[in-house]
């Protein structure tokens, strides 16, 4: 057999920031008709290799050969014209424009945004996307964005595809959608290299995997022979532990007693109806629900930031005094013990400052929680080293603006932020989102710590797989309704997705 030509080959490239060397002598090969996962802890150097192949960044050193022939990537251009088109992991539309207005933004030549609308229908109708080009960009989902991204790419005509984890902002079904199109275009001959962190999307979709740690590249492997197991430890570099231990709950007490909560949204449509459940002191109770059956409204209205139609969220205290927090404002709230920590789909888009290093963005969440007896006393800055000691968030210095640190490194700082504020009820939502799976891991781990504690641990979370592992209970939400509470410790993942599409759900189940 001839030996096919590398779409891409990357020889002995490397890239620094300052300081950090993010890539390293790395030499990698992408072929056409493959989907490749690239892996890597966060912080690994995935995205800045990925970088240079798209002309964002240029490397210190090293070559790059497209089709086997030597090429310099200078600029976006530059890629485009060789076929290379990447999909980022924050997105780059301007939100007052159309769907196809933003496909045909900068290019050159005379404008027919008809013409242009017929080929994105094209494309469409080629790969299964579906787009409405005369679509606003800010009416669009997460997941529709993301179409319009890709489709920009391919009316750009890139066949040589690079996603930098797409589906960490997609529901379950949305990435089945999108992994449909993904594979219709490694059919048609197209390269595809999708970074993520999920392990069962790695399994599921990709051809091979190959593996960056610290900014060097170990190796690959024909996923089919690849496990889990091995590739966290080439990952990591040493055997990982993939269990979650789920320690038997000391001396629960009623924490936190929600009552009959119903929430409607502007548009007068009911997302929370009629929720009733207690949350426990050291326990956690795992929420599972299909991604906008009312998780997001309940941790707000708990947290004081959702108006409420009716129903009360109690809180209780260690010697029985009871406190009600509907009317109370956040702050008070959150001087209260109780401390919330949604991770968006936008991670830099909520919680963080960008410009800020972190010891201010820390400073944003002490300052905020003010005198209460749960407040760590010891100043922003102990928090900051605290939080990147624990987690591992790698960083030049404390004094690093947030936003040139790797995704998964803001994320384990917007999360440690809330974790080591000592909470005495912790709302946690999609915790790990973006997060590698040794960090994903470590912060299960620091919510057992805070469970043993004795704080009472609501739990949002996607993965049921993980739900199951680590809950004491889980309460099932659909449509807005409870429609079931399951023992952690004998529920099946059958028996959750059933009640999770439960319709009509009773609500004095
Ligand atoms: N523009 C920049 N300025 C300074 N440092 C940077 C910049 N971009 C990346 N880095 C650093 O380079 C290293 C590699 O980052 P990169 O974003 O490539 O990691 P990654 O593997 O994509 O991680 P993640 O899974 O968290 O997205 C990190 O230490 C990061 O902080
Ligand atoms: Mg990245």
Redesign the pocket.
């Known amino acids: 057999m001839e030996k096919r030509v590398p779409a891409v080959s990357i020889r002995n490239v490397s890239?620094?920031?300052?300081r950090?060397?993010?890539?390293s002598h790395v030499s990698m090969d992408i072929y056409r008709g493959e989907i490749l996962a690239l892996l890597?802890?966060?912080?690994?150097?995935?995205?800045?290799?990925?970088?240079m192949l798209a002309g964002i960044?240029f490397p210190d050193e090293g070559h790059i050969a497209i089709d086997g022939r030597e090429v310099v990537i200078a600029s976006p251009r530059d890629a485009y014209d060789l076929g290379i088109g990447m999909i980022h992991?924050h997105f780059k539309l301007v939100d007052v424009l159309t769907a196809a207005e933003n496909i045909v933004l900068g290019l050159k030549g005379r404008l027919d945004l008809k013409a242009a609308s017929r080929r994105i229908r094209e494309i469409c109708d080629a790969y299964g996307f579906e787009v409405d080009p005369n679509q606003k960009i800010y009416d669009m989902s997460v997941s529709q964005k993301q179409t319009v991204e890709i489709v920009k790419v391919l009316y750009r005509g890139a066949d040589i595809l690079i996603l930098?984890?797409p589906t960490a902002v997609l529901t379950p079904q949305e990435s089945d959608k999108l992994f449909a199109v993904l594979r219709n275009m490694r059919n048609d001959g197209k390269a595809i290299v999708i970074?993520t962190?999920k392990m069962h999307e790695v399994k599921a979709l990709s051809d091979r995997v190959a593996v960056?740690r610290k900014?060097e590249y170990i190796g690959d492997r024909p996923t089919a022979v690849t496990s889990e197991q091995e590739m966290t430890n080439l990952m990591v570099g040493r055997p990982v532990s993939l269990n979650i231990e789920r320690p038997a709950p000391h001396d629960p007490k009623p924490r936190l007693e929600v009552k009959d909560l119903t929430v409607r949204n502007e548009e007068g449509i009911v997302r929370l109806d009629h929720v009733s459940f207690t949350a426990n002191s050291g326990e956690i109770l795992g929420i599972a629900g299909i991604s906008g059956s009312g998780q997001k409204e309940l941790l707000e209205a708990i947290a004081g930031l959702q108006v409420t139609e009716s129903g009360s969220v109690t809180y209780i205290e260690d010697d029985g005094r009871r406190e009600e927090l509907i009317g109370k404002d956040p702050l008070a709230i959150q001087e209260m013990g109780v401390a919330l920590s949604f991770v968006p789909e936008d991670r830099l888009g909520m919680g963080l400052v960008a410009n800020m290093d972190l010891t201010d963005n820390m400073m944003l969440r002490t300052f905020r929680s003010g005198h209460s007896p749960f407040t760590d006393r010891k100043g922003p800055r102990h928090v900051a080293e605290s939080v990147v000691e624990e987690l591992e968030v790698?960083?030049?210095g404390l004094g690093?603006p947030v936003?040139?640190?790797?995704?998964?490194?803001?994320?384990k700082v917007l999360v440690g932020r809330e974790i080591t504020s000592a909470p005495t009820v912790l709302l946690t939502a999609y915790a790990v989102r973006?997060?590698?799976i040794n960090s994903s891991y470590t912060i299960y781990d620091l919510i057992n710590r805070q469970k043993e504690k004795g704080v009472a641990v609501i739990y949002v979370g996607e993965d049921l797989d993980v739900l199951i592992e680590l809950s004491d209970r889980i309460l099932v939400l659909c449509g807005g309704r409870v429609s079931g509470v399951l023992d952690g410790g004998t529920a099946t993942k059958e028996e959750v997705g059933l009640l999770m599409t439960k319709l009509g759900g009773d609500r004095n189940e």
């Open positions: 890239k620094s920031f300052g950090v060397q993010a890539n890597g802890e966060n912080g690994s150097g995935k995205t800045t290799l990925m970088n960044y992991q930098d984890e970074i962190h960056l900014g790698s960083t030049p690093t936003r040139q640190l790797s995704g998964g490194n803001v994320q973006g997060l590698d």
